[in-house]
């Protein structure tokens, strides 16, 4: 997928997706000796956003396993199309000489819808293989991704064993609602994302926000961190960070104050809790000035950004 890390590198930059080298060269390695990633971290730290910005990175697209409870092999792997199959035989009657030879042609690629984990090794070029939230599936299905991770291939009932045209570069995340099995994780490179550092928020804002000056993006990531670091039930990912300065953006403005409360509390709070939390007489204000001062900690003497 890629030349050398540096090309990488280059390549998520302008993705506006910023790792430090260290993981960088993780990412690289992963791709180049063709072993999943698995990735942990809290909800919102910018999991999923990696591997859609390797993919961008790559020049190729993503299929996504969306992991949620109750998830099925079939919608994981594909499944057989049981009304086209009764739509060919009811047009193919009289065509064919035995039964044996109806079954065979019913069982065929003609007649299987594939699920993610198939389109992906059906890639003719290799794809971003994502499966994501997989903390929220049990061990048997997880047990299921094994053969896909460890000889490329799906052994399908009644269908036959696809094995992969191409290798596709594997993305597991994990929220850690549950603990993944060790089987998983003897298959693949390990990586923690926590949300970034303030430094690293403001660089992603300010990708995101290329007209907005310096103060705004600093401004931003401290916001964040005093969000984050106040009880809140859901505190803001970064990509919501993202939608805050947008939506202050088109409002013509480049500061938030105290007045803006209720326009951005549907930004910012997301359960009811948390929303009665920000309503408090202080508590919006307190989180601003605490943003303000975690701001100020990130420019040097005369405003320059360290």
Avoid at 92 to 112: C, I, M, P, Y
Avoid at 121 to 135: A, G, P, R, T, Y
Avoid at 253 to 277: N, S
Wanted: glycine share 6%; hydrophobic share 40%.
């Amino acid at each position: 997928m890629f030349d050398s890390v540096e090309q990488l590198s280059q390549r998520l930059d302008s993705a506006g997706y910023f790792l430090d080298p260290i993981l960088t060269q993780v990412v690289f390695l992963a791709a180049r000796l063709q072993k999943p990633l698995l990735l942990e971290g809290p909800a919102g730290s910018g999991k999923t956003q990696l591997a859609l910005s390797v993919a961008a990175a790559a020049n190729t697209h993503v299929e996504r396993l969306q992991c949620y409870r109750g998830v099925t092999e079939d919608k994981a792997i594909g499944r057989f199309d049981e009304s086209l199959q009764r739509l060919y035989m009811e047009f193919s009657k009289g065509e064919h000489e035995d039964w044996q030879t109806v079954q065979a042609n019913l069982k065929g690629r003609d007649f299987f819808r594939p699920g993610p984990l198939m389109r992906a090794l059906e890639c003719e070029q290799s794809c971003v293989l994502l499966i994501d939230e997989l903390d929220k599936v049990d061990d048997g299905f997880e047990a299921m991704l094994l053969e896909i991770l460890s000889a490329w291939q799906l052994s399908i009932p009644e269908f036959g064993t696809v094995a992969a045209r191409s290798i596709p570069f594997v993305v597991l995340t994990s929220n850690e609602e549950r603990r993944l099995g060790d089987p998983i994780r003897r298959r693949s490179l390990y990586l923690r994302v926590e949300h970034p550092t303030p430094e690293r928020e403001a660089e992603i804002i300010a990708s995101r926000t290329p007209k907005a000056g310096e103060s705004f993006h600093r401004e931003m990531a401290g916001i964040a961190l005093s969000f984050r670091n106040y009880s809140l039930e859901k505190p803001p990912s970064v990509s919501e960070m993202i939608d805050v300065a947008n939506a202050l953006q088109i409002l013509g403005t480049d500061h938030v104050t105290e007045d803006q409360r209720d326009v951005l509390l549907p930004f910012l709070a997301k359960t009811e809790k948390d929303r009665r939390h920000l309503l408090l007489r202080e508590g919006f204000k307190s989180l601003l000035d605490d943003g303000a001062r975690f701001a100020r900690s990130l420019a040097g003497p005369g405003g320059t950004a360290i």
